[in-house]
């Protein structure tokens, strides 16, 4: 291979092929966790200017709350921009490397947030969100896949978890912004939200300059001294340990492995590659690209971003809330304060268990909001006064209240499970050949159901629409039900293994027996023995 010559691994212990963890390479790995910030407060910030007086002037002058077509258009248009965006980032990030695409992915963002800041009506909002969703898209896409491939694989479930931890820091810093801003009657009550997020992308991308690129693309463009340099950099260790050489040996070993066994021709190929081999068979790519996109699917559909996306006016349009924007707020806090529970419990009760469990408990809670809702909480009103005075109130208080702590706790179990545990699986089951396109149609899925969530919600619940109100989570509990069955069948455990060791317990074990599956030998030493034999 160029750039290096033969590696000699320095091991043929499985367990002895990646160096202890340093603070300082903990602290280069999870500087790329604020990536979640971009994802986080763009999706956030718009449920709170969307509910604002001067933000409905201007789209909709002469209407109290945004049109349907309108709330639906501006908050959905952003995930339709991620869905390209994500997609494009998996060539880029294979033709020019992690570090670059992820920063390309800042500039286009700023771009994007400029266009929002100066909006004077419908178009320039639209177009502004869907500029910088390609960039939101670039960044999501290859920031995990740039997390899962520099990361050590102790703490790897723990620092791509920081992604989803940054995702609930912007949701919050969103919600504190919107809550600071909402009162005023001038155009800084959307504008200020909206220009705020300029800082995230000038922070990213200029942190992620002094950061070094993936080890793992440079193997694969056959740099291998410049692989060696960068982990050599990312744990801490002079380019000549004993560390260093087995950790690359087996990564480059690996290469070889997966090249031979998953050849590509062109860029079509490369492609298509994405979906070879048997549903049937737990290892091929087919199975590994449903598995990816199906699991950002399923992460979509627990109705998180219902939330998240819409809770302002839902809760505007039950009449039992006197400020809905102080609940949104407290729903915000809870996510950021439950999502650090996953650091620990990812690594220690590892990925699978997290997501089967997680599925239960937030299909007990949506059920049981679904239930008090239309018996006697959210569904049950009276209107106070008449024309223009008219007012819908609660009539059973308390069980509003209820509702209101059954959706905190499901926000805690998805935070603390599905929200973190669908992000790290993803950056872990693809092989090397595959993983840029395989981590970007994965994210490219979640944001597809993104915006079809986004789109059809407001058509759920809005009171000219289907209007569902509570009904609506029954919708979400029967969706959470699909989750937990899915988690169960299918989700493998991939809990302290490297990514070339997650490659081979795929090819022996299935998800449900993935748990007990221990590495008796490495890719290097069988690599060494190949070439003896020729």
């Known amino acids: 291979m160029p750039g290096g010559g033969v590696i000699v691994p320095a091991t043929t212990d499985p367990n002895r092929i990646e160096a202890p963890v340093t603070v300082k390479a903990y602290l280069l790995c999870a500087f790329a966790a604020f990536g979640g910030i971009f994802f986080g407060y763009d999706s956030g910030y718009i449920n709170g200017i969307t509910g604002t007086k001067s933000f409905v002037q201007l789209i909709d002058p002469g209407q109290s709350v945004l049109t349907g077509p309108h709330n639906s258009l501006i908050t959905s248009i952003l995930s339709a921009g991620t869905f390209f965006g994500a997609l494009m980032a998996g060539d880029l990030a294979d033709w020019y490397g992690r570090r670059p695409t992820i920063i390309a992915g800042c500039v286009v963002y700023i771009i994007g947030v400029i266009l929002q800041t100066a909006t004077n009506g419908l178009g320039l909002i639209v177009a502004g969100r869907l500029v910088a969703g390609f960039g939101v898209g670039f960044v999501s896409a290859i920031i995990i896949l740039y997390m899962s491939e520099i990361c050590p694989r102790k703490v790897r479930g723990a620092l791509v978890s920081g992604y989803q931890f940054c995702i609930t820091i912007g949701l919050l810093l969103a919600s504190c912004v919107d809550y600071a801003t909402e009162s005023r009657a001038d155009a800084g009550a959307y504008r200020i939200p909206i220009s705020i997020q300029f800082a995230w992308g000038l922070i990213l991308g200029t942190g992620l300059y002094l950061l070094p690129d993936s080890p793992r693309y440079f193997v694969k463009k056959g740099r291998i001294d410049d692989a060696r340099a960068v982990l050599s950099r990312l744990r801490g260790q002079p380019e000549d340990s004993e560390y260093i050489t087995s950790e690359l040996a087996e990564i480059v070993a690996n290469a070889e492995y997966e090249k031979k066994a998953i050849p590509t021709t062109g860029y079509f190929s490369s492609w298509l590659q994405c ?119 609660a009539d059973n208080i308390p069980a509003v209240n209820a509702q209101i702590a059954f959706i905190a706790i499901y926000i805690f179990f998805f935070a603390s499970t599905w929200g973190p545990g669908a992000w790290v699986v993803i950056g872990e089951i693809f092989p090397l050949p595959i993983r840029s396109r395989g981590v970007a149609l994965s994210t490219a899925s979640n944001w597809l159901w993104n915006t079809i969530i986004a789109v059809i919600t407001p058509y759920m619940v809005n009171p000219g629409e289907a209007n569902l109100r509570s009904s609506v989570f029954f919708v979400w509990g029967s969706l959470c039900t699909c989750a937990f069955v899915y988690a169960y069948f299918l989700i493998p455990e991939t809990k302290g293994l490297t990514l070339e060791q997650i490659d081979r317990m795929l090819e022996e074990t299935t998800p449900r027996t993935s748990v007990g599956w221990v590495p008796n030998t490495t890719y290097s030493q069988e690599y060494a023995k190949e070439k003896e034999d020729v």
């Open 275 to 393: 979906f070879t081999g048997s549903l049937w068979e737990g290892s091929s790519n087919l199975r590994r690209t449903i598995l990816g996109t199906s699991l950002q699917m399923m992460q979509q559909w627990t109705g998180v971003n219902f939330i998240f996306y819409y809770s302002t006016p839902f809760l505007q349009s039950t009449g039992a809330i006197s400020n809905v924007f102080l609940i949104s707020l407290i729903f915000t806090l809870v996510n950021v304060l439950s999502t650090p529970i996953s650091f620990w419990t990812i690594e220690k009760i590892g990925r699978r268990p997290l997501l089967i469990w997680g599925a239960f408990g937030m299909l007990i809670c949506q059920f049981l909001v679904a239930i008090v809702g239309v018996t006697i909480g959210f569904n049950k009103t009276y209107t106070v006064g008449s024309g223009t005075t008219a007012k819908t109130l």
